[in-house]
């Protein structure tokens, strides 16, 4: 194993993937990203639905989602990328007032998107019954991934430029002298580096306090199912959320996928888990996504009739304000963290990506990304019960009205 580099990336999930990648293509060829488990993005990566959408309440994260779509189009390796648009339905008239003002918005930021008949409804989803939706619109250059096959592109291309990745290798602590990072203790002895950024995802802010930092993320359960092909799905069907029942489906091998955000979320306190325990230990919600099929049955019927082939649950995080957690360790030189994806990681993991290598590079992001400190929640991030609570809150009002004001994953 590797002895010394100058970066360590701990966690070989998407974000840090595309890290490494765009750190190698800054011309850092000295970089390693260790990998607790086997394969690459083990983990939260592939129970990911791989949503695109450019919908986003801040110029940063529009930004951030084009600067996706376009790496995405570019790659020399396979993404799985269908950029079928998106299709945000309405079933009130609350909700089409609300429309009107991310529309608006949209067309600010240089994004394509317009209301749409309900005749174009039925052309772009026919399984949906428009009778029951207030209307909708559409934004055509979003689309869908295959999220495992993004990091393994992302993967191949760091290392076809010099990266390195370790597989099997758990990292069991940051060692620091002083004020600044010297890298990173693992089961496999220690790694000597130059600067240090933590990608671990969910188990991200379990290495940040043992430094003395408190990450305000809240780790919650997120689950999807996809149901058994069907005839009738056209190769044009966008991804459509039904956002007044919290709601999302897509096609996805000749079937449909689809995912719920819970109104009673349910958190994973990993400090309490057996250092071993990973995604493939969380039980298959099968009740919460009856409720899901429940709610989206009146707008597509056809979910009633088609039984489950696969099942999916997965752990995303939560700030308090639903943000990500991006930048420089406080008061450690040289260590950075990235967590929070709050079911925006694919999506976001392109511009997570070069944010974190040029930070590591050149000593700034390329942008403003204040919003996005790891420090703003001071001393309550150190409040558990009231990051479980924020966390949870954020999550289950996901598609809320109320919350238009911050940015959306799905």
Known sequence: MIQKTEIVIVGGGIWGLSTAYHLAQLGQKQVCVLERNPEIAAETTPQAAGLVGQIRSTRVMMGAIKYALELFSQFEH???????????????????????????????????????????????????????????????????????????????MAKELGAQIELGVRVTGIRVR??????????????????????????????????????????????????????????????????????????????????????????????????????????????????????????????QDLEIAERKQGITTFSPDGSYLIGPVPEITNLFLATGCAALGIAGSAAVGRWLAKWMIEGHPGEDLSMFAPERFGERAADRAWLRQAGEQFYANYYGIRNENNDKAN
């Open 78 to 156: 396979d993404v799985g990328l269908h950029q079928t648009g998106s299709l945000l339905i309405a079933l009130t008239p609350e909700r089409m007032a609300a429309y009107e003002k991310q529309i608006e918005s949209a067309h600010q930021n240089g994004v394509e998107a317009d209301f749409v008949s309900h005749a174009e409804l039925a052309r772009l989803a026919p399984a949906m019954d428009t009778s029951k939706v207030e209307g909708g619109y559409f934004v055509p250059q979003d689309g869908y991934l295959h999220p495992l096959q993004c990091a393994q592109a992302y993967a191949a």
């Open 178 to 303: 002083g004020d600044t990072v010297v890298g990173v203790e693992t089961e496999r002895g220690f790694v000597e580096a130059n600067q240090v950024v933590i990608t671990a995802g969910p188990w991200g802010g379990i290495l940040s306090k043992q430094v003395g930092f408190s990450a305000a993320m809240q780790p919650i359960r997120h689950q999807r199912v996809r149901t058994v092909p069907v005839d009738g799905i056209p190769a044009h069907h966008p991804v459509v959320r039904v956002t007044d029942i919290s709601c999302y489906v897509r096609p996805d091998k000749g079937g449909y996928l689809y995912g719920f955000f819970e109104p009673h979320p349910v958190s994973i306190d990993l400090e309490a888990m057996p250092k071993d325990f990973g995604t493939k230990d969380l039980q298959p919600p099968v009740e919460v996504m009856v409720e899901a099929q429940t709610r989206l049955a009146p707008i597509f019927p056809i979910l």
